[in-house]
């Protein structure tokens, strides 16, 4: 099983330029939470997609915005990219359910903006 | 007051030692409580998940959550050099697939 996979393993942009990261959840998971994680700081949540569809949002800008694919596979897009969007990204996936369903979380794509 | 508070350490020991991590939280709606591990250039792993108060043990951790003083411990018995990472405690409101709010990490050096 190959867990959750996430690319690119880093990425260097400037300011003003747009992003776009990928993930590919667990085998068998079908819900896919991307977070961010800056520097010396803990990952926040940044939305959520099941279904194909933005479940949840954090208190992130409309800059921020996803897709899911009928596969599971998801997107993070950022456009106008700010110094501070330098962060360790994380997707975790999950199964859907009403009980408690551990999120397995990948190993990330760092971006640097400069 | 950010809703999870966690001393970012760093935390040295030496191998042997018993570690103790903790957290404190505002929220006291929440009802699950995490704690992942780590480590450098990785994404996080889940160790340990409890509901609601109470102690949970698995191996050589022990995770304690006290939801009337919003507190909660991670405790790591005869701890080893492979256990330096960072720790992160992790709550949610609900079960399912409700987002995890984390603490800022307790960074952990066991030293051989």
């Known amino acids: 099983d190959a867990g959750v996979t996430q690319s690119p393993t880093h990425l260097i942009k400037t300011r003003g330029q747009q992003v776009t990261l990928r993930c590919s959840p667990k085998?068998?998971?079908?819900?896919v939470s991307w977070y961010q994680q800056a520097l010396g700081q803990g990952p926040q949540f940044i939305f959520q997609?099941?279904?194909?569809?933005?479940?949840q949002r954090g208190n992130f800008p409309d800059r921020f915005s996803g897709h899911q694919f009928p596969n599971y596979s998801s997107e993070l897009n950022v456009n106008a990219l700010l110094l501070g969007d330098s962060a360790l990204y994380l997707c975790?996936?999950?199964?859907?359910?009403?009980?408690?369903?551990?999120?397995?979380f990948g190993p990330g794509t760092r971006l640097t903006v400069l | 007051q950010k809703e999870v508070e966690q001393d970012p350490g760093p935390l040295s020991v030496p191998e042997g030692a018993i570690v103790s991590l903790n957290c404190t939280y505002s929220?006291?709606?929440?009802?699950?409580f995490m704690w992942y591990r780590q480590y450098s250039r990785k994404g996080p792993e889940l160790l340990m998940y409890?509901?609601?108060?109470g102690n949970k043990e698995d191996g050589r951790f022990t995770a304690q959550v006290d939801k009337s003083s919003k507190y909660i411990s991670l405790f790591i018995r005869d701890s080893q050099p492979s256990d330096s990472a960072t720790y992160l405690c992790?709550?949610?409101?609900?079960?399912?697939?409700?987002?995890?709010?984390f603490g800022k990490g307790t960074r952990l050096s066991v030293i051989a």
């Open positions: 929220n006291s709606a929440f009802q699950y």
């Open positions: 975790a996936s999950s199964l859907p359910g009403l009980t408690y369903n551990e999120q397995f």
């Open positions: 992790a709550m949610s409101f609900n079960s399912g697939n409700t987002p995890l709010v």
């Open positions: 085998s068998g998971h079908d819900t």
């Open positions: 997609y099941y279904e194909e569809e933005e479940r």
């Open positions: 409890t509901y609601s108060s």
